[in-house]
């Protein structure tokens, strides 16, 4: 289970689609939320988007693995794709904030690999979310405010990216993935290939 998280225009999600395009191991776990849905986003693509009702109907049915509320909305993991996947020895990519990430170490600690993603710089971070052009200027200022504390649980994490150029810090991320898919923990049949390895003989 990867989990990337970030501060609001840091770069997560785009580094999340990439891998997703580049990588068929993984699967991406799609986040319920009661934000409004943007022009530029699908229901069940981007997010599963739900009412304040509905969502509280899934945290009381126990159908959520974690929740978190965000700038003033809630965010959540649904529960059966996630442990479907992870049944079936799928990867799941994880786009979460670190509330939720807390949550699912506490819950699934063997499974998790964490990575941050940092901002260049705070005046950085500002100009991609007015880049972006997706919030109002009230928005903006709300999640560069959040984005201190957000910033502040960088420790929690196995790995920490600093975002200066895109394509960079992409690759470093491909390279976590790769060193944590070769532990000797995480290769299936590597102790059944040890095995024959050693039984084998050679004239």
């Known amino acids: 289970m990867l989990v990337l998280s970030s501060p609001s225009g840091a770069g997560k999600s785009t580094i999340a689609r990439n891998l997703l395009e580049n990588d068929k191991g993984f699967e991406l776990s799609?986040?319920?939320?009661?934000r409004p849905r943007r022009s530029s986003e699908i229901d069940g693509v981007?997010?599963?988007?739900?009412?304040?009702?509905?969502?509280?109907?899934?945290?009381?049915?126990?159908?959520?693995l974690e929740w978190a509320e965000v700038h003033g909305n809630f965010y959540a993991t649904p529960r059966e794709p996630a442990e479907r996947a992870m049944n079936e020895g799928r990867d799941m990519l994880f786009d979460i904030d670190w509330q939720g990430a807390e949550q699912l170490r506490e819950k699934m600690q063997g499974d998790i690999v964490s990575v941050f993603i940092l901002p260049p710089?705070?005046?950085?971070?500002?100009?991609?979310?007015?880049?972006?052009?997706?919030?109002?200027?009230?928005?903006?200022?709300r999640r560069l405010a959040n984005a201190r504390n957000e910033i502040e649980h960088w420790r929690d994490y196995d790995y920490v990216v600093i975002n200066r150029d895109l394509d960079r810090a992409?690759?470093?991320?491909?390279?976590?993935v790769a060193a944590e898919r070769l532990r000797r923990d995480?290769?299936?049949?590597?102790?059944d290939y040890v095995t024959r390895l050693l039984d084998e003989q050679v004239d």
């Not at 981007?46 to 959520?64: C, K, V």
């Not at 710089?121 to 200022?141: G, H, N, Y």
């Open 30 to 34: 799609v986040s319920v939320t009661t």
């Open 46 to 64: 981007h997010y599963h988007f739900r009412s304040r009702r509905e969502f509280d109907n899934l945290r009381a049915n126990d159908e959520l």
């Open 121 to 141: 710089s705070m005046r950085e971070l500002k100009v991609r979310l007015q880049r972006r052009a997706e919030d109002d200027a009230e928005t903006i200022s």
């Open 170 to 176: 992409y690759q470093q991320v491909l390279s976590i």
């Open 186 to 191: 995480r290769s299936l049949g590597l102790f």
